[in-house]
């Protein structure tokens, strides 16, 4: 008898969210009985979880469903890009199924039709705070799905449905167990982190005996009780943002926050129909630096809009220069299809989105170069990441995970990952710094 687990492997392309959605999946299917491969080769099944927000990423899930299938064969797609599923089997008509987002229900009927599960029990494999495909001591934190808004550029509303938020106690309840199995760090995210709750008229929970209200804030407050990093991602610019700063400035929080701005010139942000006031931001953000001085604020922009004048990109420019952004990512326009910005007049010329590009992100780089040297001689926060024989590989608090940068502990081969230590910053370049310890390790 053959006794072998049946083995699946994944494929997890796209955003921080849809990293989540792989780890749903891997944790029902590892409750089953499944093992996870890491290689092609030694899958039975594997699972492409796609990203479709912008062409090119559409033309990267083809391009790893075909990789799949030349290496493997036996491929299930899912995610963003499976909600346009004749699109993907026009161009790879042998994949077994295809379902869209947060449809796990289905990926793991799939893989049952696909490879049986084993018999047995099973559910003693999975630890209580799930598989993760984190390091162990950092994790996402997924409040809520679908998005609300009508962003001009985007389908995610159309590929993902309304927001529909957790429940706080069971978000809480998770919060707690990975606390509990060593996480240190937790990104909290949703695609609207500040709209949490709208959709439950913020109806509350109880947790550790006592009522939350479901919303941006009760939950900032009671994840803070965990005495964990609690890191705030994609928060549109609501007025209620504010009321997170106190809790920034008595350490519950990081002092941290990812705002997609997306633009400055007012005529743009209607286009992209997003907030309008951002000159009133830069008020907002002198008066959160001066209640956080060590805040760091990232945001993302698209530069090359359709309608973008050179006018509207010098705006943007010297608003970015105003507001001294920490962390700063960029993207150039592209149409997503199915978008309404699809239909507005004025496409901006590749070649002028390139040059805006380039001009937004050396800008954004010497701003991020100005703050990061401010830093020398200072005493951060950092959480260690990778140790080698080089030495220790951390982030500080104003950084997250992929996005951001580093700060590099030459020779400290003693620490370990998830070691939280005090760090006296000695070089800095770019988003980068070098540091030394100071004092043992928490
Ligand atoms: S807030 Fe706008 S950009 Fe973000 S997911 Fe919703 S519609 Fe898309």
Known sequence: MNTASPKVGIVSLGCAKTLVDSERILTRLRAEGYEIASTYQGADVVIVNTCGFLDSARAESLEAIGEAIAENGQVIVTGCLGGDEAAIRALHPTVLAVS?????????????????????????LVPPAGLHLTPPHYAYLKIAEGCDKSCSFCIIPAL??????????????????????????????????????????????????????ADLIGLAEALGELGLWIRMHYVYPYPQLDRLIPLMAEGAILPYIDIPFQHASPK??????????????????AEWRRLVPDLTVRSTFIVGFPGETDEDFEHLLQWLEAAELDRVGCFKYENVQGAGANALPDHVPEEVKE??????????????????????????????????????????????PDVDGAVFLEGETELSPGDLIAVEVDAAEDYDLWGHPVGPPQ
């Not at 987002?101 to 559910?123: D, I, L, M, N, S």
């Not at 800008?363 to 959480?383: E, F, L, S, T, Y």
């Open 100 to 124: 869209g987002p947060q449809k796990y229900q289905a990926v793991v009927e799939a893989v049952h039709a696909a490879v049986p599960p084993p018999h047995g029990p099973w559910e003693s």
């Open 160 to 213: 993902r449905g309304r927001q529909e938020s957790r429940p706080i106690a069971e978000v809480l309840g998770e919060a707690e167990r990975l606390a509990e199995a060593g996480v240190r760090e937790l990104l909290v995210i949703a695609q609207d982190t500040g709209a949490y709750g709208s959709d439950l008229g913020h109806a509350p929970g109880v947790w550790r005996d006592k009522e939350r209200r």
């Open 268 to 285: 743009v942000l209607r286009a992209m129909r997003r907030p309008a006031n951002q000159d009133g931001m830069l008020e907002r953000l």
């Open 355 to 400: 040059e805006r590009h380039q001009r937004f992100t050396e800008a954004a780089r010497q701003i991020a170069d100005r703050r990061a040297a401010a830093k020398v001689g200072q005493v951060v926060m950092a959480i260690i990441d990778e140790v080698d024989e080089e030495g220790a590989i951390g982030r500080t608090t104003a950084d997250s």
